[in-house]
């Protein structure tokens, strides 16, 4: 069974500080990682994208990968209260279907 | 592009109706998913497809049905609703190759709150 773990939160910041969210996963043949940010009564909206080891930056969020020790994570940095929202972090093994996590809430206070 | 479309945005159904949830994407992609997603849990994923003519079951297909005759339409069935089935269902499309190295990302729709009664 693929499974996908993310701390339910809220994670709590306050305004321009770092944001860290965190996402282990089961299946060690996974090979396509994706954070993907959720506001309230929306749709999922892709933010990053990760394949291989490393960190991955685009503006604001760095997607950070560790096959090895089955850890994805995301940092927001400068957050702002626009961020405020789920984040769910999705797996996918080989060219299959994604495996999503429950979320992690956001809340960044001003 | 308008990208992924759904509709309706709201249905409210009673228990043994039927209706179909429409998608339509103008992406060309040829991977199209379906999701549905219960309050404070993940997305599960009902049934996707590779291509038209392609479908397969996903974690929960029980109780409902696609086609894929097209590549830009994938419809969703729902048979003799149940209340269990309530939820926000969301469609989603993908290519295998994307931009800049990317590969299998997918975008959703904006969804379909569904309560049944």
């Known amino acids: 069974q693929k499974e996908v773990e993310q701390n339910s939160g809220p994670l709590s910041v306050p305004e321009g500080a770092i944001a860290s969210l965190n996402c282990t996963y089961s299946d060690r043949g996974s090979q396509s990682f994706f954070w993907y940010r959720q506001y309230s009564g929306k749709s999922p909206e892709l933010i990053m994208s990760i394949y291989s080891n490393g960190d991955k930056e685009d503006g604001r969020f760095t997607a950070q990968l560790n096959k090895a020790s089955q850890y994805v994570s995301l940092l927001i940095r400068d957050s702002q209260p626009s961020d405020s929202a789920t984040y769910l972090c999705a797996v996918m093994l080989g060219y299959s279907t994604l495996t999503f996590g429950k979320g992690t809430m956001l809340l960044v206070s001003p | 592009n308008a990208g992924v479309t759904q509709t309706p945005k709201f249905r409210i159904l009673k228990i043994g109706q039927s209706m179909t949830l429409q998608c339509t994407q103008d992406m060309n992609h040829n991977y199209m998913y379906w999701y549905r997603q219960d309050p404070g849990m993940g997305l599960k994923l009902i049934y996707y497809?590779?291509?038209?003519?392609?479908?397969d079951k996903g974690e929960v297909p029980n109780g409902y049905n696609v086609s894929r005759s097209t590549t830009e339409d994938f419809p969703l069935r729902l048979e003799l609703a149940a209340p269990s089935q309530t939820s926000v269902y969301f469609c989603?499309?993908?290519?295998?190759?994307?931009?800049?190295?990317?590969?299998?990302?997918?975008?959703f729709g904006p969804g379909t709150r569904l309560t049944v009664l």
């Open positions: 497809s590779v291509g038209a003519g392609i479908t």
């Open positions: 989603a499309s993908s290519s295998q190759e994307g931009l800049a190295g990317t590969y299998n990302e997918q975008f």
